[in-house]
């Protein structure tokens, strides 16, 4: 579904991410492990293409992603970073309608899609005119999910989605992941420092270091290695 072809990252003299390679298919959850410094978020950046790579490319369902126009490549990825972003002046409905509205769809269409979403990250229909301040920071994570989301996309970036919670929220919110991607089938690549969320969440495990893919493997594999 999503296919990593010799992409390179260079700053200056620092490479980033060296010459990876990676395949994963659709349905799966990669959970991308390894040290501060490995290149973690920028080859979700770099995927995202928030950035472009200087070699190598990135496929997403067969089309490469360079050639896609932006408005494209946002419906088909979704993105979720740590401190969430939600737009503070906005109420949750209207941060989770960000994209549907780019996308130019009908006030009716967007109601119904906000109301499902609502449902599908497990937050009552009432929290959709609130503001971000008058959420806990799980409902907010959750309200960062369902607006990411919104457009049914293919493919999930998430990057430490659940750094900033407390352990018990945070178990309660990768179960409502795990929940999500049965139900929507979306191919989720999830940036963490936390080895047991890694094993917990992840189909594949892929280990960066110094911005090379060291290892890619599922969790029984990863732990049967000497
Ligand atoms: P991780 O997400 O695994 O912690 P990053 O992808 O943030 O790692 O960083 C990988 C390397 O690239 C680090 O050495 C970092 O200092 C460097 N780097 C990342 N972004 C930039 C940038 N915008 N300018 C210069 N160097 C950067
Ligand atoms: P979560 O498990 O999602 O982090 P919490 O246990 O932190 O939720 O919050 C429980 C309840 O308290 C929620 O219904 C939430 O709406 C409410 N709440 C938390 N923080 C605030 C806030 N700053 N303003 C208003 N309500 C809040």
Redesign the pocket.
């Known amino acids: 579904m999503i296919r990593l072809d010799h992409l390179t990252k260079r700053y200056g003299a620092t490479v980033a991410v060296d010459d990876v390679s990676l395949d994963i298919p659709a349905g799966a959850i990669c959970a991308l492990v390894g040290p501060s410094g490995a290149g973690k978020s920028t080859l979700l950046r770099l995927i995202n293409r928030l950035i472009e790579p200087d070699g190598g490319c990135v496929q997403i369902g067969g089309a490469e992603a360079g050639t896609l126009p932006v408005v494209a490549l946002r419906r088909r990825i979704g993105y979720v970073i740590q401190s969430v972003g939600l737009f503070p002046h906005w109420s949750v409905a209207r941060n989770i309608a960000t994209v549907p509205r780019l996308l130019g769809w009908e006030t009716a269409r967007i109601e119904r899609r906000i109301d499902q979403l609502l449902d599908l990250v497990g937050l009552p229909p009432s929290l959709a005119t609130r503001y971000p301040?008058?959420?806990?920071?799980?409902?907010q994570q959750r309200v960062g999910v369902a607006r990411a989301l919104a457009a049914e996309p293919e493919l999930l970036l998430m990057d430490e989605p659940f750094g900033a919670?407390d352990p018990v929220?945070r178990r309660?919110l990768q179960d409502a992941l795990l929940e999500i991607q049965a139900r929507t089938g979306t191919t989720i690549i999830l940036v963490t420092h936390d080895v047991d969320e890694a094993v917990r969440l992840g189909t594949v495990i892929a280990f960066l270091s110094h911005g090379r893919l060291v290892q890619a493997a599922s969790p029984a594999e990863m732990l049967r290695a000497p």
């Open positions: 301040h008058e959420l806990s920071g799980g409902q919670v929220t309660t």
